[in-house]
């Protein structure tokens, strides 16, 4: 099994708290469209197995029109070998959807939603700089639900100033009330170069004190979880049988093509990265001149890629994979090192399993770099 990352490099407008790529212009989407569909026929040797997801993110995917999104699904069919029933995840923002944009998108075979909600609350969406009001919030997830969407996820976001622990709770409250299939909640982070970034710096704003963000995280997985949900990894929760197959499968290590630009690709022994320039990723497409830099994976690489994806799931990392894959070395560093933390309550074992506890997930950074072997 395997899955594919299509990347909409478009966005309305820049969130105040995103380093994602993407170009509020559109003047080239056109041309964009038609290199991605080149890539993808480019690149259908790079996955030989069956594939299982499909994923448009970005950017913003609901804001370029249905009919590219349908060439690109059509080009992967005709590409590729599908699975049956395959996942196909569409990234979408509030403002953009309305009953018949749902319409058609369901027409088309999109069968997941990711709704970038973010927030309930007209000052927090204000804060954040999303374009979207609280009734479009709410009214994307009551117009997919009756357009037959029956695996909807929608985004928040916490740990930001001016948050409130009370309305957090009601934020998640919401989503439980909407009995949204999946919820992804993020903790704020200040990444280089974004406006709160720069605000943080010049102390117009402050970061809020880290109890108060294990307490928002608290409140996050124990409600969540009493209302049936699965936290199945550090920011992710599910009802049974609606992980997203496609995150999934990157914390798995199974291989996945990204295409366009800033897309990744992995297949096991290397990885690969496309230019993060739309106009240059467009002229080297099209003149076919090489838009991606790769790294093979060391043996190293690998042992790190493995503990980074695998000990942020309820799956947890295997010690007996560790020492099937990467030998000796690497499975008594891990041992030794584990064990620290099982002591102190950030990790719990369960045979030759090694989980975050909540206490630890607060801490996860901390760990895995614990964790990691750097000298070998
Ligand atoms: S958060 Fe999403 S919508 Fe906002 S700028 Fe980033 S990619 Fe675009």
Not at 212 to 229: H, I, W
Not at 231 to 237: A, G, R, V
């Amino acid at each position: 099994m395997a899955g594919i990352y299509l990347h909409i490099p478009f966005c309305r407008n820049a969130c105040h708290y995103c380093d994602f790529h993407f170009s509020v212009s559109k003047i080239q989407l056109q041309r964009m469209i038609n290199a991605m569909v080149t890539e993808i026929m480019r690149r259908k040797d790079y996955i030989k197995d069956e594939i299982n997801t499909i994923y448009f993110g970005g950017g913003t995917p609901s804001f370029i029109p249905v009919l590219y999104i349908d060439t690109l699904i059509k080009t992967i069919k005709t590409n590729f070998n599908i699975a049956k029933d395959p996942e196909i995840t569409l990234e979408a923002n509030p403002e953009d959807i309305n009953f018949s944009y749902l319409q058609n998108i369901f027409k088309i075979g999109i069968n997941r939603l990711s709704i970038g909600i973010q927030s309930f609350y007209g000052k927090d969406l204000e804060f954040l700089n999303r374009c979207h009001s609280v009734k479009q919030a709410k009214m994307s997830i009551i117009s997919s639900r009756e357009v037959g969407f029956k695996n909807i996820s929608i985004d928040l976001i916490y740990g930001f100033p001016g948050l409130k622990k009370t309305r957090w709770i009601k934020n998640i409250e919401t989503a439980i009330n909407f009995h949204v299939e999946h919820l992804s909640a993020y903790h704020l982070t200040y990444e280089t170069g974004t406006v709160l970034n720069h605000r943080k710096n010049k102390r117009r704003i402050i970061e809020i004190e880290e109890n108060e963000s294990v307490e928002q995280f608290m409140e996050l997985t124990t409600r969540m979880k009493s209302a049936g949900y699965l936290h199945y990894e550090i920011s992710n929760f599910a009802l049974k049988g609606f992980y997203s197959r496609h995150n999934t499968g990157y914390w798995h290590q199974i291989p996945y093509l990204g295409i366009g630009p800033s897309a990744h690709s992995y297949n096991g022994f290397s990885r690969q990265w496309n230019i993060a320039k739309n106009m240059s990723y467009i002229k080297k497409v099209e003149s076919d001149k090489k838009y991606f830099e790769t790294e093979i994976l060391n043996l190293q690489t690998q042992y790190h890629d493995y503990i980074i994806t695998s000990i942020r799931t309820m799956w947890g990392t295997d010690t007996e994979f560790i020492k099937d894959n990467f030998g000796a070395m690497y499975y008594k560093h891990y041992i030794i090192n584990a064990r620290k933390f099982v002591d102190s309550g950030d990790l719990m074992a369960d045979g030759t399993r090694y989980y975050l506890t909540e206490k630890g997930m607060c801490i996860s950074d901390f760990i895995i770099k614990s964790l990691f072997l750097d000298e070998v």
